[in-house]
């Protein structure tokens, strides 16, 4: 049965179905619906939910959290983002699983609480310092943000790494008709390394982040890199539109795919073969699909379409690696690239 549901409370919601018991956040627009359902809610489904003092508090308590075992969440929006990538870095080095929930808004700076998704660069090029990866679901609905939610959580405790679930404010405010799924059985490795007492029935378990011998840091990102590489072999996800006999591409996630759409609609009324590639990875990024259906004889040209002055585009052209021409559509602090835009844009490079 479908019910009608918020994109940040359906967040949150899927979050504690997943089994999460642990929310450290701090309040920030326009995510601010996730931290009060949980509030309200995590309690009585024999959770904990802390308000903390910053940012910096509420990521470093998700890296207690998670080292002693628990499955744990915090959400917030861009420059709260920016705050915890300390954190982050920690845990990616630590090999502790979280769920990070980004609703993007609009920057640089503390920018306006308008939708955006500026935050593409932070997101999939890891963001902190240091050699390390996120994996990135970016959701073009609520159903998909309550899917992606619940499936992160298994995510990150397969391959012990924080997973993040990047949307635009736009996805965190409106409604939609959903239904409750189970997310795709996965066999969870038990959490051996936890920090949790040991009775003295096995050794001391240490969580760390600091390597200082050379030798000893390099062979921890090689182990973090193979494990990298792996989920880029297993995990990569995308859907396509009206594109197997396209020849002009749109490429885009989120709200701006839904755009797309639309744009692809309009075209395919006036004859143009219009179509749509949506990564549904970020991180990791589907080029190798992208490039073959870049290459398809039929295809002469490549739009990315984005709520910023251009991030993702890094990544469709090395996909496309030259074999098409690639432009942009891209609107930022808040503005879409309406389907109008796209449609104009394509005409003219059909022309």
């Given at each position: 049965?479908?019910?009608?549901?918020?994109?940040?409370?359906?967040?949150?919601?899927?979050?504690?179905?997943?089994?999460?018991?642990?929310?450290?956040?701090?309040?920030?627009?326009?995510?601010?619906?996730?931290?009060?359902?949980?509030?309200?809610?995590?309690?009585?489904?024999?959770?904990?939910?802390?308000?903390?003092?910053?940012?910096?508090?509420?990521?470093?308590?998700?890296?207690?959290?998670?080292?002693?075992?628990?499955?744990?969440?915090?959400?917030?929006?861009?420059?709260?983002?920016?705050?915890?990538?300390?954190?982050?870095?920690?845990?990616?080095?630590?090999?502790?699983?979280?769920?990070?929930v980004n609703m993007m808004r609009g920057?640089?700076?503390?920018?306006?609480?308008?939708?955006?998704?500026?935050?593409?660069?932070?997101?999939?090029?890891?963001?902190?310092?240091?050699?390390?990866?996120t994996i990135v679901l970016a959701p073009?609905?609520?159903?998909?943000?309550?899917?992606?939610?619940?499936?992160?959580?298994?995510?990150?405790?397969?391959?012990?790494?924080?997973?993040?679930?990047?949307?635009?404010?736009?996805?965190?405010?409106?409604?939609?008709?959903?239904?409750?799924?189970?997310?795709?059985?996965?066999?969870?490795?038990?959490?051996?390394?936890?920090?949790?007492?040991?009775?003295?029935?096995?050794?001391?378990?240490?969580?760390?982040?600091?390597?200082?011998?050379?030798?000893?840091?390099?062979?921890?990102?090689?182990?973090?890199?193979?494990?990298?590489?792996?989920?880029?072999?297993?995990?990569?996800?995308?859907?396509?539109?009206?594109?197997?006999?396209?020849?002009?591409?749109?490429?885009?996630?989120?709200?701006?795919?839904?755009?797309?759409?639309?744009?692809?609609?309009?075209?395919?009324?006036?004859?143009?073969?219009?179509?749509?590639?949506?990564?549904?990875?970020?991180?990791?990024?589907?080029?190798?699909?992208?490039?073959?259906?870049?290459?398809?004889?039929?295809?002469?040209?490549?739009?990315?379409?984005?709520?910023?002055?251009?991030?993702?585009?890094?990544?469709?052209?090395?996909?496309?690696?030259?074999?098409?021409?690639?432009?942009?559509?891209?609107?930022?602090?808040?503005?879409?690239?309406?389907?109008?835009?796209?449609?104009?844009?394509a005409l003219e490079v059909l022309a």
């Amino acid at each position: 049965m479908k019910e009608l549901w918020k994109g940040n409370e359906a967040v949150a919601e899927a979050a504690m179905r997943a089994g999460c018991r642990y929310f450290f956040g701090y309040p920030i627009t326009p995510q601010n619906e996730i931290p009060e359902y949980l509030a309200k809610h995590m309690p009585a489904r024999g959770g904990v939910f802390v308000q903390a003092e910053s940012e910096i508090a509420a990521i470093n308590m998700i890296y207690g959290a998670s080292g002693a075992g628990a499955r744990v969440m915090t959400s917030s929006s861009s420059p709260g983002i920016s705050l915890k990538q300390e954190g982050i870095t920690y845990l990616a080095c630590a090999e502790l699983p979280a769920v990070i929930v980004n609703m993007m808004r609009g920057g640089p700076g503390l920018g306006n609480i308008a939708p955006s998704q500026a935050d593409y660069y932070q997101a999939t090029r890891g963001g902190g310092n240091g050699d390390y990866r996120t994996i990135v679901l970016a959701p073009a609905s609520i159903q998909e943000a309550a899917d992606f939610t619940q499936e992160a959580f298994d995510l990150a405790d397969v391959y012990r790494m924080p997973v993040i679930v990047l949307a635009d404010g736009t996805i965190g405010q409106m409604m939609e008709a959903i239904e409750w799924r189970t997310p795709p059985r996965r066999e969870l490795p038990a959490k051996e390394w936890a920090t949790n007492g040991h009775r003295g029935e096995r050794p001391h378990n240490i969580i760390n982040s600091l390597f200082l011998d050379v030798a000893d840091c390099e062979e921890q990102n090689c182990r973090l890199q193979e494990r990298y590489e792996l989920i880029a072999e297993r995990e990569t996800r995308y859907e396509e539109y009206m594109a197997e006999d396209a020849e002009v591409l749109f490429v885009a996630y989120g709200t701006s795919a839904r755009l797309a759409r639309a744009a692809v609609l309009k075209l395919r009324a006036q004859g143009v073969k219009a179509g749509l590639f949506r990564p549904i990875t970020l991180w990791p990024f589907p080029e190798v699909a992208l490039h073959a259906r870049a290459a398809m004889p039929s295809m002469k040209a490549v739009i990315a379409a984005e709520m910023s002055t251009g991030q993702m585009i890094d990544d469709v052209k090395l996909a496309v690696n030259g074999i098409r021409p690639v432009y942009l559509v891209g609107r930022s602090g808040g503005a879409m690239p309406m389907p109008m835009e796209l449609v104009e844009l394509a005409l003219e490079v059909l022309a």
